[in-house]
Nanobody, 127 residues
């Protein structure tokens, strides 16, 4: 079965860094957009970052632009999110997601653009 597994979350002080990983199995996602979303308690899921299937483009939410970097490794069928200068408001469960084959840019920054989701990893940033 298709499976996405996030790792790398944890507790960090404000201003610190974390690197999240998402390992995919069950199929190859080399032709899919890969995205990161997050959800805090009592809040709706929000877009964080995405990288296109070709690797030629990235997109970031304004709230993380300049602090977070998304990348992917086609050989490992994995996607990563480097998070620097973390703020307490970054506290949330972070999810990776995979889109359909062939990419498609219409919903790259929307949850509706993705078909598969991981279980999430908790990121907590203390003040």
């Amino acid at each position: 079965q298709v499976q996405l597994v996030e790792s790398g979350g944890g507790l960090v002080q404000a201003g610190g860094s974390l690197r999240l990983s998402c390992a995919a199995s069950g199929r190859t996602f080399s032709s899919s957009n890969m995205g990161w979303f997050r959800q805090a308690p009592g809040k709706e899921r929000e877009f964080v970052a995405a990288i296109t299937w070709s690797g030629g483009g990235t997109v970031y939410a304004d709230s993380v632009k300049g602090r977070f970097t998304v990348s992917r490794d086609y050989a490992k069928n994995a996607v990563y999110l480097q998070m620097n200068s973390l703020k307490p408001e970054d506290t949330a469960v972070y999810y990776c997601a995979a889109g359909p084959e062939g990419g498609g840019g219409r919903y790259t920054s929307r949850a509706r653009g993705y078909d598969y989701w991981g279980q999430g990893t908790q990121v907590t940033v203390s003040s």
